[in-house]
């Protein structure tokens, strides 16, 4: 077909068939120039499919509409499913320049599909009778999208929607590269001995390399993650915890080019916009009559009834961090640079336990086969590291995951380790998504985190705040592994915002059980595993600090929920001043920040996948929680049945079923709050 990316010679993209392993995509032959032309042709290819599908003579049927639909932009997809990973994870300024050019096209393009008028009116015209059960969810998830797309609006309304959708795509992408540009630019030298006050070997060794990297002498801390919360923990230099926490929380907000602030008052302004456009008060109420808390009423009172015993939580915690400070002879008031160090020296005194001790028995190679093990106890995969495969960085490693029967089902991609190219963060994500459509179709799933690497020969040593970011994010990758539909729009998480994160918060559970401990915590030199006496003070300190913890993300949702219900994002939106004032009502603690401040918020700013959203980490834990309880009354954590359950209704089952369909399936009803409030250790605040 003219226009397909079959026409570009010479472009990988244009290939029909990779014979790479697995089919993975030859990274090593993907040039930025390649991906522009590849996009243009995709984006051609997928247009005549549409309007192959909407002009059809043929009345319309399931097969020649939903089914059509669902075949259609497998060029497209294949383009987009290498690009936007690359972008995130190994990025460069001409891959910036077509990410710029291309977000605006890509979103053009998808409202032209959802407004389509004649496409619309087929979907609609569909009977649901002789269809399968994941037929009719199917054509019910393309109605509803189509709706909240804006189907139903005049022509004149269609087309604001498409320029403002077209829009906050641009602002979305411009928000995401100036918080890299702020994240990489930051260095703080440690140029003396005193300045490397406190820093254990692990950090002033991470912090050499990241000075090496750089081509700079000595020392830096720069504003990843796995080096400025380690120092704000360890420094003893109050100074320099506050030069670099100060950063940290400013990134998005420093004036000049990168400042996000203007961004994010026209980002508010069109979302309200657009959501009054298809008939919502706010883009709030548009947000969450898709999800399963249905009503931003209902995801506030969840977060109300945990704020309160949060914030008394906290409150007792920074009295005795207060104390500590006194103690030593500090003549200051605990700030927000202050509480990770004090909070680091109190677990020590309470627990008789110090990051330090911890990190060499959990290298991530061990952490890694922990992960693999209970995947393996629970629903039977194997996994086989590929020794040579495409990369598109060296450190990335590949996995081929095989099911009990020893059918290979999916390929893994784990990509651990921090790099200026990189966003901030850890993630999972997909170059190729599950189906039998057209397959069938076996995923390959990437987590990509942010971890310190290793010295020269040394393993990459994990805290367990890291250790259990690995399991998070790989309960995300089995998810997508294990999905096991018929239909793309349905795959592995492409389930409700406040869904989807059950199976990566459910799947960390399996991290703190000592079994599991005793079986993978292990001495990275001797292989010795962790002394029991140190695994139960591991295990008795797991709710230390869950006031500040919670305080600082619940602190962050009730923001995001404020700002989406709010009108006063269309009457000048001071966005630094709205913070301030929403968090004055809740009564913040000032010696806590927010977890996320708007000017660097990239969950809901990046995109719209979690805007008014950010609730959802809370929402799912109540899930979560819950869920796991049911493998302890079991008396099992591996319990085969409960395991067999929860892959078939969670894990497995994609989007056939609405979010309380799927968990009353599993578990059997739906669950209460008290397992969450156990969990962090809020019962008796």
Request: glycine fraction near 8%; avoid cysteine.
């Amino acid at each position: 077909m003219a226009g397909t990316t079959a026409t570009l010679p010479g472009n990988p993209f244009s290939e029909p068939v990779w014979t790479t392993p697995h089919g993975l995509p030859p990274f090593e032959r993907i040039e930025p120039a390649h991906y522009e032309p590849a996009f243009t042709a995709a984006l051609a290819e997928h247009e005549a499919e549409i309007a192959a599908i909407a002009d059809s003579p043929e009345p319309p049927s399931f097969a020649n509409t939903v089914a059509a639909l669902e075949r259609s932009g497998q060029g497209l997809k294949r383009v987009s499913g290498v690009f936007f990973n690359i972008t995130g994870s190994h990025t460069n300024p001409e891959l910036q320049a077509v990410e710029r050019i291309m977000a605006p096209r890509l979103a053009r393009h998808r409202s032209a599909l959802f407004l389509n008028g004649a496409l619309w009116a087929r979907v609609k015209a569909l009977d649901e009778a002789g269809l399968s059960e994941e037929e009719r969810r199917v054509l019910d998830r393309y109605r509803t999208l189509f709706r909240r797309a804006g189907a139903d609006l005049d022509p004149a309304a269609k087309e604001r929607v498409a320029a403002i959708t077209a829009r906050l795509a641009e602002l979305g992408t411009r928000f995401s590269q100036n918080l890299l540009a702020d994240e990489s630019s930051f260095v703080l030298p440690l140029e003396t001995e005193e300045d490397l006050g406190g820093l254990p070997p692990f950090l002033r060794a991470a912090a050499a390399r990241a000075a090496a990297e750089r081509g700079l002498p000595g020392h830096v801390i720069t504003l990843a993650r796995s080096l400025i919360e380690p120092f704000l923990v360890f420094s003893t230099r109050r100074d320099l915890r506050e030069r670099a926490y100060t950063a940290w929380i400013r990134r998005g907000e420093n004036g000049g080019e990168t400042d996000n602030r203007a961004i994010i008052v026209e980002t508010m302004r069109l979302r309200a916009e657009r959501a009054r456009l298809l008939g919502y008060e706010t883009f709030a109420d548009f947000k969450l009559a898709d999800t399963m808390a249905g009503t931003p009423e209902a995801a506030m009172k969840l977060l109300r009834e945990v704020w309160t015993p949060a914030r008394e939580r906290a409150a007792a915690e920074r009295d005795r961090l207060q104390a500590m400070v006194r103690e030593e002879g500090g003549n200051f008031d605990l700030a927000p640079w202050d509480w990770r160090h004090y909070a680091e020296k109190l677990r020590r005194a309470e627990h008789d336990l110090d990051e330090g001790e911890i990190k060499p028995y959990l290298p991530l190679d061990g952490v890694i086969a922990a992960s693999f093990d209970t995947a393996s106890r629970l629903f039977g995969l194997s996994f086989e590291e590929l020794p040579a495969f495409p990369r598109y960085h060296p450190d990335v490693r590949a996995w081929a995951v095989k099911d009990r029967d020893g059918t290979t089902i999916g390929l893994f991609l784990g990509d651990y380790f921090a790099r200026p190219s990189k966003r901030s963060g850890a993630w999972m994500s997909a170059f190729r998504s599950q189906e039998r459509l057209i397959g069938p179709v076996t995923p390959i799933i990437v987590n990509v985190m942010n971890f310190a690497k290793g010295g020269e020969g040394e393993p990459s040593l994990l805290s367990f705040d890291d250790a259990r970011t690995l399991f998070h994010e790989f309960g995300h990758a089995l998810h997508g592994l294990l999905s096991d539909v018929t239909y793309p729009l349905l795959a592995g998480t492409a389930v409700a915002g406040d869904f989807v994160e059950l199976p990566s918060q459910l799947y960390e559970h399996w991290l703190e059980q000592p079994e599991v401990l005793r079986a993978h915590a292990r001495h990275y030199r001797t292989g010795e595993p962790m002394p029991e006496a140190l695994l139960q003070r591991l295990l008795a300190a797991r709710t230390f600090n869950q006031g500040f913890a919670t305080v600082e993300y619940t602190a962050s949702a009730i923001v995001d929920l404020d700002l989406h219900l709010s009108r006063a994002v269309e009457e000048g939106l001071d966005v630094n001043a709205f913070e301030a004032e929403a968090l004055r009502r809740i009564g913040m603690p000032a010696e806590i920040s927010m977890r996320h401040r708007s000017p660097h918020f990239a969950h809901i700013f990046t995109g719209e996948g979690y805007a008014a959203g950010y609730y959802s980490y809370l929402w799912s834990e109540v899930l979560d929680a819950d869920a796991f309880d049911a493998f302890r009354e079991a008396g099992d954590i591996f319990d085969p049945e409960t395991a067999r359950r929860l892959r078939t209704y969670v894990y497995g089952a994609g989007n056939l079923r609405d979010a309380q369909s799927a968990y009353t399936a599993f578990r059997g009803r739906l669950p209460s709050i008290e397992p969450l409030l156990r969990k962090r250790g809020l019962l008796a605040a």
